[in-house]
């Protein structure tokens, strides 16, 4: 008897989710959820419905609704830096294209979040609020800076503006633009501000040879 209860104990353990995934589970259901209906609107009771766990369960891997939108927010972002680090891996032979896939990738991220979420945390969470700009930051300064210095060496990007210049006023740009109050006053999405943004930026700081390759 005691050997089959240690057989079936084994089993259960087996079938079992770990710990680990069931976080990413959790993380992955809610990042959903909040990206397209916001921070209010979602509640830690409707995520354990549509999980179809217990809220104990829910609780006993994230205490609190702010300690799930960090995980999700470091967990968005972990996406978009790989994906990033995928194209600057080879910006080297192709300055070019890789600006163009980088602008491509990051529309894409950036269509997953709509506007109630952004304006969400900035009222309620002011502090996952500027987690989000410190990301953001931090994977624009990172990825487009390499593109923008391999540009510079093959005269696909203007010389005479330095590429960490030309970063700080690509930042600066997404700082006064992309905030709830500005996108709901410009009539402007995540997605389609910072593309925006990009092409100001990049018709700025490339060279008449980088745009006739555009147009070819």
Known sequence: MAIRTSILHRKRSAEAPSDDTLRRRIVAESRRHFFAHGFRSVTMDDLAREMAMSKKTLYACFPSKAALIEAVINDKFRSIDTD?????????????????????????????????????????????????????????QRHFGKVFLEGRRAGLIRQDIPPKLAIEILLGAVQAVMNPPKMEELGLTPKNGFTAIMRVVLEGVTTEKARSRRSD
């Open 84 to 140: 990033l680090a995928r194209i600057t891996s080879a910006a080297s032979s192709d300055c070019l294209g890789a600006l163009q896939r980088l602008l491509a990738c990051v529309q894409g991220h950036m269509d997953e979040i709509r506007p109630p979420f952004l304006r969400d945390i900035r009222r309620e969470t002011p502090d996952l609020f500027a987690l989000v700009e410190t990301r953001r930051r931090d994977v624009i």
